[in-house]
Every structure is written in structure tokens, then in C-alpha cells.
């Protein structure tokens, strides 16, 4: 059935899903921690740093001479490790202040529909974003979780689903405007 057969027949076209649901601190740190270890794009982040500065280490061990391997080594092991534990601590900042912002709102509704998603709260306020906002989606065995960035990302509970098939209209949509990681 497509969007003309639905409005004329007065029928839920299958392309709109809908969501209700409080937001969980706890889903949105599971949604970090899959996102930082277990996708191409949230690795690829967090070890870019470590690569820019041992790829630095390397070019001062060849260029100046100075440096044997063991320093350099020495010098290395402790930034990386304060590297991979700042970048942890900025995305648990940054995951924690976006759900304060969502818990603000109280209980949301969030509707996918083929022009993007629309999350509004018990007040009616809310905001719409197209699918350009979050190129990525992946999911959990509680959550669907859209992100561009570390700074753009979406976590939409399952358990919100208002009807079984909203699972299935979400993942459609999903797989016809984002890239699966």
C-alpha cells in the first residue's frame, strides 16, 4: 500500500512508525559504548588520535634520531591511554547532556515518517529533523540508535513502539535513507 492507497482507504500508510516512550540514561550509555566499540565509525574516531601521535612519535624518531624506540614508548603508552580516557569521558559528557535535555521533556513521541523524524513532548513542543541529519543507523536489542557524529546522536528505545509492526516500518525506513553500521 502506498501514501495515495492509504489516504484514500483512511489506512496507516506502512511508512510511519511511532514511538512513545521515557527517555533512560541507561539507554543512552548503551548507545555510546556500542557506538565508541563496536561500529567502524566509532572506532575509526577514537583511534584517530592515538594514530595522529604515535604517526608524530614515529616521524621524530626517524627525523631527529633522538628518541630509541623504548622512550618513545615510554612517552606514548601514558597519551594514549589519557587520549582513549578523555575521549570516553567527553562522549559520557556529551550522551549525559543530551539525555538531561530529552528527560527534560518529559515523555516523548517520536514519528517517522518518509520526510525524517518528528519528537514532541506532553506540551506539544518538539522538533522535526530530515534523514540528512544522521547518515548512520544501527541497533541493539533495545534500541535503534541514529548518529552522524558523536555529537549527533538519536537513541529510540524499542520498548516505545506503539504496535509490534512500528519495529518493522522503523527499520524499513531506516534502511531506504541510512547507512547500516
Wanted: glycine share 8%; net charge positive; aromatic share 12%.
Amino acid at each position: 500500500m502506498d501514501m495515495d492507497q492509504a489516504g484514500r482507504t483512511g489506512a496507516v500508510a506502512l511508512d510511519v512508525a511511532r514511538f512513545d516512550y521515557a527517555p533512560a540514561a541507561a539507554d543512552y550509555d548503551k548507545a555510546m559504548w556500542r557506538f565508541s566499540l563496536r561500529t567502524r565509525p566509532g572506532l575509526t574516531g577514537s583511534l584517530l588520535l592515538p594514530a595522529v601521535f604515535a604517526a608524530a612519535a614515529f616521524a621524530v624518531r626517524v627525523v631527529a634520531w633522538r628518541f630509541d624506540g623504548g622512550q618513545i614508548l615510554i612517552a606514548a603508552v601514558p597519551c594514549v591511554i589519557a587520549l582513549f580516557a578523555v575521549r570516553q569521558w567527553v562522549r559520557r559528557s556529551r550522551a549525559r547532556a543530551q539525555y538531561e535535555d530529552d528527560a527534560a521533556r518529559g515523555t516523548c513521541r517520536t514519528t517517522l515518517t518518509e520526510e525524517g523524524l518528528t519528537t514532541t513532548g506532553p506540551d506539544g513542543e518538539g522538533n522535526s529533523v530530515d534523514w540528512r541529519a544522521y547518515p548512520w543507523w544501527f541497533e541493539t536489542p533495545e534500541l535503534f540508535v541514529l548518529t552522524g557524529s558523536l555529537e549527533h546522536v538519536f537513541v529510540l528505545p524499542k520498548r516505545g513502539a506503539a504496535a509490534p509492526e512500528d519495529l518493522v516500518r522503523a527499520r524499513a525506513l531506516f534502511a531506504r535513507h541510512l547507512r547500516r553500521i
